[in-house]
């Protein structure tokens, strides 16, 4: 069983995508990366792999090699598609709600920006633009009890999972209607309903955590008989975590327990100031997979559709208990590392190289070539989403800040720290129990 | 209620490995959310046998060897606990956990607290703390002041078999994050067990101390294997007429302070004993908590006895003077038995 993603495959006709383009496309020279790993190489690989995505010779029969951009649907300059109706990667809805994801993001955090600026946010904030296509392009086909775990830039995660734009908003000014009742702030978004488990500082600290979700859907399903558990958690992380070894242990044990999680890479090529490749001695992170045996992607993270169709083959490979795979998305923050950060060391022309790619702009470019919608249709989501935004910024305005008491609240689960009773019941709850003297 | 630690009413005898290892087994069988996991807890039955026979029981689904990766498992630990299941994390020693405290603390400690509540974590990490035999510095560290000041744990400390068995019991069923810290050289210690600490459902109390002997001339406070030495030292110190009451603290957060304030406030003075290093250790901050609460009653300065301040050395005899003896203790409760005289003659 060689190709774990042969789906993948039957969804892309022959005809929607396009042709012989071999090699780095134009687009990805620069002089910073001029291997041309980086960038689509927009072609989908129907059977043959070239030899330099070939994974490495693995004992295990399934999952071992990786596959490069499934599709190709921005970058395609000619418009082959034009003579039949094509079979498009999405429907007028799909694409509609897609596109509303991602605008949601963007709006929302450039509001982030402006409130920082403003004053009404503080500490650490950081921001997502550009890295929508990523966010959406796996979160928009999770269930509600699908697990997602992220790093400090959490904003987007959380609001793709579900969380409302009121309660992150509101989060991020501490007040106390926020999603963690302002305790937890920018970089530490939690929902229980929505299955959002963080929000993390420490890079690498969600990977393990996503990795005992995942523990968890296997052992629900096996041990506990739960036979339709079949939840699936993604873990996003960046191109500088790639190197912590936190990663690497679990990429071993996510592969040796067959866990259902997808490993996503959201390569922005910066680690604050750090170059991916001045950090990294073989940057291309997607080979790392087939190393621990599971398969490793490389995709265009600034094309919601290419993400889409590489998440649906690893977020069903982990749904059918296949086991794990590590997504590189090839992404770029069009931000600095975080409000605080001056952002001098990246290229303009890099910055200007994937403006260009902005990939808002490209899925409406696709909608509107393929008349999924109009331009009116579209123009409304954003004057909606516009709305939600500002109503978001109202009520967190509104809201009040988290009373004195609440200071000494949530430390524990258990109210007063004195653990469970014989009886199964809290025992500061029991009106027996005092504090006092120690039992003899 | 049982008086005493029940030496004439004990149903039977326990060592503090049977204890434990009857626990995961009691624990595991009542709740199938209930799972261990760590080096060797499974096909080598256990680094130090707690987990003897658990693996034929239950398989190896829910007693789970884990390559060495303490950073990448205890993580998943916490995102098992994050998403429902009960996990026991065990480190091989407290040592090694320092490669995981980051999740230990982060995300573990403060994730209830950072969420609002939306997140609990009912997890468990234990294994043995503090010094073994002759095991080199980086092997004897004593954590219990590094956990015990972080908010958002539980630290718990067994001595006898009931301890072991009524905290880790507490601690299992706990919906949050404790830390449970065993002592290598208390495993093989057999202790009289009462009927009712044999019971499937019995729970010490988290954060309440035991006293296991009463005394009136001076406090002693000590947990884990320093009870032992304590409540031998208040032997020696009876034959000499001093009578000590002898602390059990069983647990290091939260700290019990009413019950150590009462006693202090009874015999008006205070040894702290602890093996682990001096500064910033728990005797300090029990210390501090008589100084805050109950100043007005001390007769005499607080001592603490502690570990010397030295990373442990291996030979036996410098191991030795590294770590509080029984006559270290004797001595110093009688440094603060005599003290006051003094004292009163030059006012």
């Known amino acids: ?70 599709s190709d649907v921005v970058k395609e300059k000619k418009p082959k598609r034009s003579s039949s109706p094509p079979d498009l990667l999405v429907t007028k809805e799909e694409g509609l709600e897609l596109y ?8 929302f955090e450039d509001m982030c920006a402006q409130m920082y600026y403003r004053g009404k946010m503080f500490g650490f904030v950081h921001l997502y633009n550009g890295q929508e296509a990523v966010s959406t392009g796996f979160i928009k086909l999770l269930k509600q009890e699908d697990c997602v775990v992220s790093t400090y830039r959490d904003h987007v995660h959380a609001l793709s999972k579900g969380v409302s734009s009121r309660a ?96 996503v890479v959201e390569n922005n090529l910066w680690a604050i100031g750090m170059s991916h490749l001045r950090a990294t001695s073989d940057p291309q992170i997607w080979k790392k ?14 094309d919601v559709l290419k993400v889409r ?132 | 209620m049982m008086r005493f630690q029940g030496y004439t009413t004990a149903a039977k005898e326990m060592t503090v490995r049977e204890a434990l290892n009857s626990v995961l087994d009691e624990e595991m069988s009542a709740d199938p959310r209930v799972f261990l996991m760590g080096e060797e807890v499974g096909e080598y039955q256990g680094a130090y046998k707690v987990s003897k026979g658990l693996l034929q029981k239950f398989g190896p689904e829910r007693v789970v060897d884990t390559p060495i990766t303490e950073a990448g498992f205890t993580g998943i630990g916490v995102g098992a606990a994050y998403y429902g299941l009960r996990p026991v994390v065990e480190f091989m020693t407290f040592n090694f956990a320092m490669q995981a405290i980051d999740h230990i603390i982060n995300s573990a400690a403060k994730t209830n607290y950072m969420s609002a509540g939306n997140i609990s974590v009912p997890i468990v990490f234990r294994g043995p703390n503090g010094a073994a035999a002759g095991v080199g510095a ?53 202790f009289p067990v009462s009927a009712e600490a044999l019971d499937s459902s019995f729970c010490l109390p988290i954060g309440k101390a035991k006293i296991e002997r009463e005394g009136k001339d001076v406090t002693i406070t000590a947990f884990s294997k320093m009870v032992g030495l304590s409540l031998e030292a208040a032997e020696i110190l009876a ?8 602390i059990n603290l069983r647990s290091i957060r939260p700290l019990d302070r009413s019950t150590i304030n009462a006693s202090v406030r009874k015999t008006n003075r205070l040894v702290t004993v602890e093996e682990g290093f001096p500064q910033h250790g728990v005797g300090a901050e029990i210390g501090m908590s008589i100084v805050e609460d ?47 005289v003094p004292m009163a003659a030059t006012a």
Not at chain 1, 193 to 216: D, K, Q, R, S, V
Not at chain 1, 385 to 396: G, K, L, N, S, T
């Open chain 2, 138 to 190: 980086q092997h004897s560290h004593c954590y219990a002041a590094w956990y015990g000041s972080c908010p958002g744990l539980k630290v718990l400390v067994p001595y006898s078999s009931e301890d072991a068995r009524g905290l880790l019991k507490a601690a299992i069923r706990d919906p949050d994050p404790v830390v449970f810290l065993e002592n290598e050289l208390m495993y093989g210690e057999r």
């Open chain 2, 239 to 246: 034959k000499e007429g001093i009578s000590a009451e002898v």
């Open chain 1, 168 to 263: 992150v908003m509101s989060e991020l000014f501490g007040k106390t209607t926020g999603c963690c009742r302002g305790q937890g702030g920018s970089m530490h978004m939690f929902s229980k309903e929505h299955n959002l488990l963080g929000g993390f500082a420490f890079i690498g600290e969600g990977i393990p955590i996503a990795t005992g979700a995942a523990f968890t859907s296997k052992y629900r399903r096996e041990v506990l008989k739960e036979a339709d558990c079949d939840h699936v958690t993604v873990a996003f992380f960046g191109d500088g975590t790639c190197n912590n070894g936190q990663f690497y242990e679990c990429l071993n044990m996510a592969a040796l327990w067959k866990l259902p999680i997808v490993f």
């Open chain 1, 100 to 107: 509303e994801d991602m605008v949601l993001g963007r709006t």
């Open chain 1, 289 to 302: 997979g087939p190393a621990f045996g599971m398969p490793g992607v490389h995709v265009d993270g600034m």
């Open chain 1, 309 to 440: 169709e590489v998440a649906k083959e690893a977020i069903g490979r982990a749904r059918r208990g296949e086991g794990p795979t590590l997504v590189e998305c090839e992404t770029y923050r069009f931000r600095g590392h975080s409000l605080a950060d001056p952002d001098e060391l990246r290229d303009p022309a890099e910055k200007a190289h994937y403006a260009a790619r902005d990939p808002i702009v490209a899925l409406k470019k696709y909608i509107r070539e393929n008349n999924l919608a109009s331009e009116a249709e579209l123009k409304a989501i954003d004057k909606k989403i516009d709305e939600v935004i500002e109503d978001a910024v109202e009520f967190a305005d509104a809201s009040p800040p988290p009373s004195r008491s609440q200071l000494l609240e949530n430390v524990f689960a258990d109210p007063k720290g004195f653990g469970i009773g014989p009886d199964g019941r809290y025992r500061c709850e029991d009106p027996k129990f005092t504090e006092g003297t120690a039992h003899v």
């Open chain 1, 1 to 70: 069983m060689s190709a774990a993603f042969s789906s993948v495959r039957a969804v892309c006709h022959p005809g929607s995508f396009a042709g012989e383009k071999r090699g780095p496309p134009a687009t990805a020279a620069s002089g910073k990366f001029a291997s041309g790993f980086l960038g689509s190489s927009g072609k989908v690989w129907f059977g043959a792999l070239p030899a330099y995505v070939r994974a490495a010779p693995s004992a295990r029969r399934r999952g071992s090699f990786s596959v490069v951009a499934v």
């Open chain 2, 294 to 340: 109950s100043f007005g009653y001390l007769d005499a300065p607080i001592e603490r006895i502690t570990g010397a301040d030295v990373p442990m050395p291996y030979a036996a005899n410098l191991e030795r003077m590294a770590l509080p003896q029984i006559e270290d203790i004797v001595r110093a409760a009688k440094r603060v038995c005599y003290r006051s």
